[in-house]
C-alpha cells in the first residue's frame, strides 16, 4: 500500500523533472551545438531519471519497514560526477546517455573519438577526455551511437526511438526445462541479514549475462536478468560463493528454469 509520504515524493520529484536545468559542459576546443531550451526527448531523459529516484526512494521506505536491503556491486559517484559522465561530443554535437541500459546493443566499426567535456562537480573542474565511439547497426551517428558500455542519443532529438526503449525492457524467461548460463551477479535484493553474504531466502539476484543459448544474444552482447534464488537454489547461500561472486565480481554460472516469463535458479557456482 502506498503511504502518504510515498505519495508526496513521487509527485514532488515528478515535478522537480520538469523544472531541473539541463547541465552542459564547456570544451574549449570545439564548438558545442545544443538547443537553448530542452527538448522534449531531454525532458524525456530526465523525467524518467527523476522517476526512478522517486521510485526507489518510495521503495527505499516501503521496504525498510519489511527489513529488505539492496546490495548492489561496487558503487559510482556522487550526483556531480554522474551529471560529468552524462554527456559526450562527437563532430560538435551533444549526446546524452540512455540511462542503465538491460540490454547492451552490439556495435559496429569506430566513429572516432567522442569527448567527454570538462565540467564542474562540486569539487573542482573535471579534465575533459576522450573515449572512442562506435557506430550502431541500422541507426545513423546523427541520432547515437555506442561508447564506453553505454547508447549515446542526441539532444536534439524530438521523439525517444522505439529501438532505444527496446533497451530498457525486460528479458523475458523461455524454453522449457532448465538451462545454463552465463555471467556475472551485479546486485542482490534480500531480506536483512545480520552479517555479510548471509542472505536469507528467497532473494532476487541480478545477473549480468553475457552466455545462455535461450538468451538473445545473437543481438546483445549481454543483458541483465533477475533470478530468483530459493532454499531449493544450491549454492545460494554459500557464503564463499557469495563473497567471490559480489567482492570480487567472479564469473559465474547459474542453472534456471522458467516460472511464467520469470527466471528462477536451481544452482549457482563459480565459473571453471
Given at each position: 500500500m502506498t503511504t502518504d509520504f510515498e505519495s508526496q515524493l513521487r509527485t514532488q520529484l515528478a515535478d522537480a523533472a520538469e523544472r531541473a536545468p539541463v547541465f552542459t559542459g564547456v570544451d574549449s576546443e570545439r564548438a558545442v551545438t545544443q538547443t537553448s531550451a530542452p527538448t522534449d526527448a531531454s525532458r524525456h531523459r530526465r523525467r524518467r531519471r527523476w522517476l526512478a529516484l522517486a521510485a526507489a526512494a518510495a521503495a527505499v521506505a516501503a521496504v525498510a519497514a519489511a527489513g529488505v536491503s539492496w546490495w548492489p556491486v561496487?558503487?559510482?559517484?556522487?550526483?556531480?560526477?554522474?551529471?560529468?559522465?552524462?554527456?559526450?561530443?562527437?563532430?560538435?554535437?551533444?549526446?546524452?546517455?540512455?540511462?542503465?541500459?538491460?540490454?547492451?546493443?552490439?556495435?559496429g566499426p569506430s566513429l572516432g573519438?567522442?569527448?567527454?567535456?570538462?565540467?564542474?562537480?562540486?569539487?573542482?573542474?573535471?579534465?575533459?577526455?576522450?573515449?572512442?565511439?562506435?557506430e550502431?547497426?541500422?541507426?545513423?551517428?546523427?541520432?547515437?551511437?555506442?561508447?564506453?558500455?553505454?547508447?549515446?542519443?542526441?539532444?536534439?532529438?524530438?521523439?525517444?526511438?522505439a529501438w532505444?526503449?527496446?533497451?530498457?525492457?525486460?528479458?523475458?524467461?523461455?524454453?522449457?526445462?532448465?538451462?545454463?548460463?552465463?555471467g556475472t551477479v551485479i546486485g542482490i535484493?534480500?531480506?536483512?541479514?545480520?552479517?555479510?553474504?548471509?542472505?536469507?531466502?528467497?532473494?532476487?539476484?541480478?545477473?549480468l549475462a553475457d552466455e545462455g543459448s535461450t538468451l538473445?544474444?545473437?543481438?546483445?552482447?549481454?543483458?541483465t536478468i533477475r533470478m530468483r534464488v530459493t532454499a531449493a537454489t544450491t549454492g545460494g547461500r554459500d557464503d564463499e560463493f557469495l563473497r567471490l561472486a559480489l567482492s570480487d565480481?567472479?564469473?559465474?554460472?547459474?542453472?534456471?528454469?522458467?516460472?511464467?516469463?520469470?527466471?528462477?535458479?536451481?544452482?549457482?557456482?563459480?565459473?571453471?
Open positions: 561496487g558503487s559510482g559517484g556522487g550526483d556531480g560526477a554522474a551529471v560529468c559522465a552524462s554527456e559526450l561530443v562527437l563532430d560538435g554535437n551533444v549526446y546524452q546517455e540512455d540511462g542503465e541500459l538491460v540490454r547492451v546493443p552490439r556495435h573519438k567522442a569527448v567527454r567535456p570538462a565540467c564542474g562537480d562540486g569539487e573542482g573542474m573535471s579534465v575533459a577526455e576522450q573515449v572512442e565511439a562506435f550502431l547497426p541500422g541507426v545513423s551517428p546523427d541520432i547515437a551511437f555506442f561508447a564506453n558500455g553505454g547508447v549515446w542519443l542526441s539532444g536534439g532529438l524530438q521523439d525517444w526511438p532505444a526503449e527496446e533497451l530498457s525492457k525486460p528479458v523475458p524467461c523461455t524454453g522449457a526445462g532448465e538451462t545454463t548460463i552465463g535484493n534480500a531480506p536483512q541479514v545480520e552479517k555479510a553474504y548471509d542472505f536469507r531466502i528467497p532473494y532476487t539476484a541480478n545477473f538473445p544474444l545473437t543481438e546483445y552482447t549481454s543483458v565480481a567472479a564469473r559465474v554460472t547459474a542453472t534456471v528454469r522458467c516460472d511464467g516469463a520469470h527466471f528462477e535458479a536451481t544452482s549457482l557456482k563459480l565459473a571453471p
